[in-house]
């Protein structure tokens, strides 16, 4: 198993909601954030979280629809994705930030499409 296993991903309609999930292995991580990734475009920062919870980051687009939120004791982050758009699909990682570790998971993949 990797550092950072993703889960939660599927097909939705627009308009919809999906929880994604990320179970984190070994040390403790600070900063943890989503990424997103579509082919052909590089991986960009959708969201990000400081250990506690209390210094979050949005990409603006998402800002108000995506809620990043940690559960430290049993090492899970989460992204609560709501109003889903068809640009959304993508391929949705977890990983830390600002030095993402070079052993990125599998991902889990969001399709927004009715």
């Known amino acids: 198993q990797g550092e950072f296993v993703e889960s939660g991903g599927g097909l939705v309609q627009p308009g919809g909601s999906l929880r994604l999930s990320c179970e984190v292995s070994g040390r403790p991580r600070y900063f943890m954030a989503w990424y997103r990734q579509t082919p052909g475009k590089d991986r960009e920062r959708v969201a990000s979280?400081?250990?506690?919870?209390?210094?979050?980051w949005y990409k603006d687009s998402v800002k108000g629809r995506f809620t990043i939120s940690r559960d430290n004791a049993k090492k899970t982050v989460y992204l609560q994705m709501d109003s889903l758009k068809p640009e959304e699909t993508a391929v949705y990682y977890c990983?830390?930030?600002?030095?993402?570790?070079?052993?990125w998971g599998e991902g889990t993949q969001v399709t927004v499409s009715s």
């Open positions: 979280s400081n250990y506690v919870g209390d210094s979050v």
């Open positions: 990983n830390e930030f600002p030095d993402p570790s070079s052993n």
